[in-house]
């Protein structure tokens, strides 16, 4: 697989691995990714469908610059992910992510542990 993992990509693995015990495709929101990592306030409305489920951040309050940094910090690192078999974006409204059958399989050969 080339280069390890970097902390990001095993934040965004570790939220696909917390979600499969709630639903069957380890689906995860990329506002869930930038609140675990970044540590910015939840912006909520999770819940009717995957266009309505994602709340937006408070630009103004993180900052246009950090904000589109993190912003494309998290698609490249979910592009290599995608890369590397791990996971997918379903949809057209890239709102988040699911693992791929590979992606399970590297998360179950390392059970209970840190990526």
Do not use: H
């Not at 409305?45 to 494309?72: D, H, T």
């Not at 409204?93 to 699911?98: K, R, V």
């Amino acid at each position: 697989m080339g280069r390890g993992l970097s902390e990001l990509q095993k934040t965004m693995l570790e939220l696909a691995r917390e979600s499969l015990t709630q639903n069957w495709d380890g689906y995860v929101f990329f506002n869930d990714v930038f609140v675990k990592f970044y540590g910015w306030p939840d912006p909520g409305k999770r819940g009717k469908g995957m266009l309505e489920s994602c709340g937006r951040f408070p630009k103004k309050k993180i900052g246009q610059k950090r904000y589109m940094a993190a912003k494309i910090a998290v698609r490249k690192s979910a592009q290599r992910l995608v890369k590397r078999g791990l996971i997918y974006i379903p949809g057209s409204s890239g709102a988040g992510y699911s693992l791929t059958i590979e992606g399970r399989e590297f998360l179950s050969a390392k059970p209970g542990r840190t990526i």
